[in-house]
Nanobody
């Protein structure tokens, strides 16, 4: 059974930083592209970042220059480091796994999802 467990969400002030982690089990992690998505009430789930098996990555433009996605294939974890956080970054952040080596930016391209972790950026 595939399981993705996110951690690291919380309340942070504007301009602050946050590191989200996702621990994966039950899948061939090294062959999977791992992504982060976010969602706010009433809106569709939005792509944030993705990293594939070889470390190639992609970001949505709004976070590209202030975020870094990384993975540890030995520990089966993926991390999203976000800096210079803004109130509009407030959302539930989801970790997702795609049983495919290549990058994907659409939710329907992913096979497994975590439960999500709340990130709130507010003073």
């Amino acid at each position: 059974q595939v399981k993705l467990v996110e951690s690291g969400g919380g309340l942070v002030q504007p301009g602050g930083s946050l590191s989200l982690s996702c621990a994966a089990s039950g899948l061939t992690f090294s062959n999977s592209a791992m992504g982060w998505f976010r969602q706010t009430p009433g809106k569709e789930r939005e792509f944030v970042a993705v990293i594939n098996w070889s470390g190639n990555s992609a970001y949505t433009p709004s976070v590209k220059f202030r975020s870094t996605i990384s993975r540890d294939n030995d520990k089966n974890t993926v991390t999203l480091q976000m800096n210079s956080l803004k109130p509009e970054d407030t959302a539930v952040y989801y970790c997702a796994a795609r049983t495919h080596k290549y990058l994907g930016t659409m939710p329907e391209q992913y096979d497994y999802w975590g439960q999500g972790t709340q990130v709130t950026v507010s003073s």
